[in-house]
Every structure is written in C-alpha cells, then in structure tokens.
C-alpha cells in the first residue's frame, strides 16, 4: 500500500447514515476489532474498552439515547460503542481523566473508519446521546464512559464530500 492509497482511504470516508439491510462478514468484524486495538494510546495503556452491538433491540435503544432519534443508528447491522476506561488512566491525573482517555477511543474509533472504508463498509461518527442513558442500556461499570456511537455497515448512499477548511486556515507552520 502507498501513501496515496492512504491518502485515498482517508478521502473516501464519508459518514454513512442509510445502511443495506446485509450482515457484514467475522473475518471484516474481527478486521475492525484488530484495528481498535492497535491504535495508539497514552502510555499505552489503552485505558479504553469496545462493546460491539448487534442485538437489534439494544440497538432501538440506544438510537433512542441519540439526540436526534433519527433511526439511522438502529438500521446498522453493527454499533460500536467506544468506552474511555477511567481507572486504568488513573496514574495520569485530572489530564488523563479529562483528555487522555477521550483521545485513546477517538484514534481507535478512526482506525475502526479507515478500516470499515477499505472493506467497503460505511460508518458515522456519532456524540450526541445521553451519555448516563447508554451506559444504562449497556450495564457499565462505574469506570467506563461511553464517547462514540459508531454505525457501521455496507453503505445504501453515496454523500458527496463535505468543504475542506483551505491548508492555509487550517495548518500553520513555524519554522
């Protein structure tokens, strides 16, 4: 692979938010699984956990934790669910706690995208919910704090690319 195959990759990514109705395959789920784990992480310590959810009532639920309750969530044959793991972040302090964590699942949660978008698979980052509601319909332990919602499926749409901030607002240099 050359970098302008990932830069394609990259570019190619669009948030995904009509799925087909088509069960994605063990050997791409247990693909995604390797490229969550394999994300860096603060002190790898990897201070985060993963629930993948396919159980249909449990998705209904928690497309109803989303802000919006559009539906699009509970129409994926698959929801990964990024936990940020307070306890094994501990020995970081306040910054652990308040940043470490949320960047280890955000850095997962991308290779998960960049993964799903090479095997032709679409996904949506997903924020806004109730976070005290999902933890709920998932049971989780006092440690764990949900951060992302991912959708992840084959495609039923195809969305233009978004507008780019221009490289000149968006990067400066100091040399």
């Keep these: 692979m050359t970098i302008a195959d ?3 990759i990259i570019k190619d990514r669009r948030s995904i938010r009509k799925f087909q109705k088509k069960e994605i395959p063990t050997e791409l789920v ?4 390797e ?7 603060a002190g790898n310590l990897q201070a985060r956990k993963f629930y993948f959810v396919f159980n249909q009532e449990i998705k209904d639920k928690l497309n109803q934790a989303t802000f919006s309750k559009r ?9 990964i ?13 306040e910054r652990g706690k308040t940043l470490y964590i949320i ?3 955000s850095v997962s949660i991308q290779n998960a995208m960049l993964m799903a978008q090479e095997a032709g698979l679409g996904s949506c980052w997903v924020g806004a919910f109730e976070e005290t509601e999902v933890s709920k319909i998932l049971n989780l332990p006092q440690n764990l704090r949900p951060i992302v919602l991912l959708p992840v499926g084959y ?4 969305p233009l690319p978004p507008e780019r901030a221009a490289r000149e607002e ?6």
């Design 6 to 8: 990932i830069l394609k």
């Design 30 to 33: 247990e693909k995604i699984k």
């Design 35 to 41: 490229a969550l784990i394999w994300a860096p992480s």
């Design 71 to 79: 539906g699009f969530l509970n129409s994926a044959p698959l929801i």
């Design 81 to 93: 669910v990024g936990c940020a793991d307070s306890e094994k972040i501990a020995s970081y302090s």
């Design 103 to 105: 960047n280890d699942v």
């Design 155 to 158: 495609p039923a749409e195809n």
């Design 170 to 175: 968006a990067v400066e240099e100091k040399r």
